[in-house]
């Protein structure tokens, strides 16, 4: 049986990279991590995409990503955390499966994050004050693209797991894994 995409959305820093890793694991799904298959796809880092080409062409492949995703069945899409930004990614990604919002405090999001330098929009940034800003910014865009929404703050990983898992599939995991 073939099983539908989930396509985890969200903040920076809320665990969509390790979620999906561990429901791909868990239920033999494709992993993709959208940042690295542009990355890799352009020869680039994102940080080297943002500053030479700026954020607009970074949200342009993106959208080309998602168009290309959204045609295929049995993964897991770690999307960046700006994709919602844009309703026809919102659109490819409904077209695909199941859209996931992640969520965590500012708080937990500063800790998550403090120490990578592989955030262009965090960049001389770093405050859990412009995170919180930012983060409210985003939060019509997050709420109106999910299907359902996974609050991460205090859970593990396998409670997260478990709790999308049972949400997007019911009890039919039980007979797919």
Do not use: W
């Not at 959208?63 to 659109?91: H, T, W």
């Not at 969520?103 to 960049?123: C, F, G, M, W």
């Amino acid at each position: 049986m073939e099983k539908q995409n989930i396509f985890l959305i969200g903040f920076m820093g809320t665990g969509k990279s390790t979620i999906a890793g561990e429901i791909s694991r868990r239920l033999g799904m494709v992993q993709i991590e959208m940042d690295t298959a542009i990355a890799e796809k352009q020869g680039m880092s994102i940080n080297d995409i943002f500053k030479e080409y700026g954020e607009a062409y970074f949200r342009d492949l993106e959208s080309d990503l998602l168009i290309e995703l959204q045609k295929k069945k049995g993964m897991v899409v770690s999307c960046g955390g700006g994709a919602v930004l844009r309703s026809r990614n919102v659109q490819n990604m409904k077209k695909g499966g199941k859209t996931v919002l992640l969520t965590a405090s500012p708080e937990t999001i500063y800790q998550r994050v403090k120490r990578n330098h592989d955030r262009p929009i965090l960049n001389n940034n770093m405050t859990v004050e412009f995170i919180s800003e930012l983060m409210e910014k985003r939060r019509q865009s997050y709420e109106s693209a999910a299907d359902i929404i996974i609050e991460t703050d205090g859970k593990s990983v396998s409670q997260i797991c478990e709790e999308i898992i049972q949400r997007v599939y019911g009890n039919e995991h039980i007979f797919t894994i």
